[in-house]
């Protein structure tokens, strides 16, 4: 089982090499950073912490989180992907944890930071309010049962990749993902983890990003559209 890490940045400068050195390459085949053009050291950090002849540093040709990871799934080669942020909240030592529920058939695993033995150390009230609340709406409208859905640190097989398909250019792509998912019959499974504080400013403006969340929750319910 080939697994590839693929990790959306911008402005991760001083975080994405404190990553890249976490990531246990025992278990990952390959990684593939996607820079959205920062105006930092972030390409220069990252490459210097990239395996010759393995990993992959690209910047991607159309903006938004969303197409960032597009085009990063289009450049791996892994049977699983895994999804991690670059400005070290996830813990890239969970990844383990996400493989072994891979490898007991599951198709998408979804780390949580609100089920029993997870937390965050980043949560602001504003996030953890949106949070549960979209969470609650999403279980509500498309019936699914999970506890954090836009933490958004995953892995899913790539040929439940192939069974769906998203194509929200922005962050909005969390919830998309999941939804199609869940639609497409893919085999679920949650894994506490502890969020860290984050090494990096967060890049997320929490209302109009939440907004444009929400409508995708609301899909055929809802009377606007939005690009990102």
Known sequence: MKVSVVIPTRNEQGAIGRVLKEIPKD??????????????NTAKEAKANLRVGIDKFALQK?????????????????????????????????????LKKIKQGYDYVMATRYAKGGRSDDDSIIRFIGNRVLTFITNLIHNT????????????RRSGLKKIHPTSPGFEFCIEILIMAHKAGLKFAEVPVIERASFSKSKVNAFPVGWKILMKILGDYSPFKFNS
């Open 27 to 40: 278990v990952v085949d390959e990684i593939i950073v996607i820079d959205g053009h920062s105006k930092d």
């Open 62 to 98: 159309r903006p938004g989180f969303g197409n960032a990871l597009l085009e990063a799934f289009d450049k791996s080669n892994g049977d699983v992907i895994v999804i991690l942020n670059g400005d070290g909240s996830q813990n890239p030592r969970d990844i383990p944890k996400l």
């Open 145 to 156: 049962n999970v506890t954090d859905s836009l933490y958004f640190f995953t892995a899913i």
